[in-house]
């Protein structure tokens, strides 16, 4: 049977209000009143019925988190970084994971609406006008991470499109012919809209290449095709080139096909990441990117979805970004 808060009051000698004071860390509570009751809650195994005191409080004490998926390290650590903020707040996290379909990432939305969850961060693969008349629909306080759905939203991320300019600058000054941009398929532009994020940094790469006064041609290929170019031409008789990436991940992978082949990073080929995920210490050689403060942009979301919770939805963080020299460029 259920132990209740009324039985422990009983026990405690004291009232129920009192009880839940203690429970909850509220103020106005002797220490030792406070002990005695968690004491007593965790002898007899006392847990808080959540439905009822969603019914009581009108909150859940529960926050949904969707990402694309758990593969590409950068969302991984993103989630820790939320879950470990959350519990200190005294919040459950339900996540989700949206597997780069919108149709998923709406279901997950749904989901976490029919838990009636206090609110929800979300590293959306959604975006326009429709996308965002959907969000507003569901009546739930929003806070996007990385890619933008629209200004009305609160966000938090960097400045995807200087940071990406400055690394290919910096990947200029190195004395490289051909610079190549390398992204996940469905980052690409297309007919329907590309993810923000891919999009400010194909700009920031194309950007950076036209203040080189033509000096190069841009060339933005999908992680498929540069795979496939590097197995089918080994890059030989390539005038030196970089290939930067529009992620760590898809760095990492590209780096394991070149080794693969016994090409020389970056005698002959540089490469040039984006994130500075944690498991690249474990790499080498050392891949040069651009270091993305994840753990920030965790921290942040969560304190937006408080202010949102506050009906402070102006939030619209940019946060540094700086770049990693590393030894493959």
């Not at 959604?126 to 969000?135: C, D, E, N, T, V």
């Not at 939203?153 to 990406?164: E, L, Y």
């Not at 398929?185 to 194909?202: A, N, T, V």
Request: hydrophobic fraction near 40%; include cysteine; charged fraction near 25%.
């Amino acid at each position: 049977m259920r132990v209740t808060i009324k039985e422990i009051a009983a026990i405690c000698g004291l009232s129920i209000g009192t009880v839940d004071r203690a429970m909850h860390g509220r103020q106005g509570i002797n220490p030792e009143t406070r002990d005695r009751v968690l004491t007593v809650s965790r002898q007899l195994g006392y847990r808080p019925h959540l439905l009822a005191r969603s019914l009581v409080t009108g909150s859940t004490m529960s926050i949904g988190v969707i990402v694309p998926n758990l593969k590409n390290p950068f969302f991984s650590e993103l989630v820790e970084v939320m879950q470990i903020k959350a519990r200190a707040a005294g919040y459950h996290v339900y996540m989700m994971l949206s597997e780069f379909d919108a149709e998923e990432e709406k279901e997950s939305l749904e989901r976490l609406r029919s838990l009636n969850v206090d609110g929800i961060i979300i590293l959306p693969v959604s975006r326009g006008r429709s996308f965002h008349a959907y969000m507003k629909s569901l009546g739930t306080p929003i806070v996007t991470i990385s890619n933008r759905v629209s200004q009305q939203w609160p966000w938090v991320g960097i400045d995807d499109r200087k940071a990406m300019r400055d690394a290919v600058r910096f990947v200029i000054s190195r004395g490289y012919a051909n610079i190549v941009f390398v992204t996940l398929e469905k980052g690409l532009p297309s007919k329907s809209l590309p993810f923000y994020s891919d999009e400010q940094r194909i700009l920031g790469y194309k950007e950076a290449l036209r203040e080189a006064d033509g000096a190069f041609t841009p060339l933005v290929v999908t992680d498929t095709e540069m795979i496939r170019t590097i197995h089918e031409t080994r890059l030989q008789g390539e005038r030196r080139t970089c290939i930067v990436c529009s992620c760590d991940a898809v760095a990492l992978e590209v780096m394991n096909v070149l080794k693969g082949y016994g090409i020389g990073i970056p005698d002959t080929v540089g490469l040039m990441g984006f994130d500075n995920l944690e498991e690249l210490k474990y790499i080498t050689p050392r891949l040069a990117t651009v270091a993305t403060p994840i753990q920030k942009i965790g921290e942040e979301a969560f304190d937006a979805f408080l202010a949102a919770l506050r009906e402070d939805c102006s939030i619209n963080k940019v946060l540094e970004h700086r770049i990693i020299e590393g030894e493959t460029v």
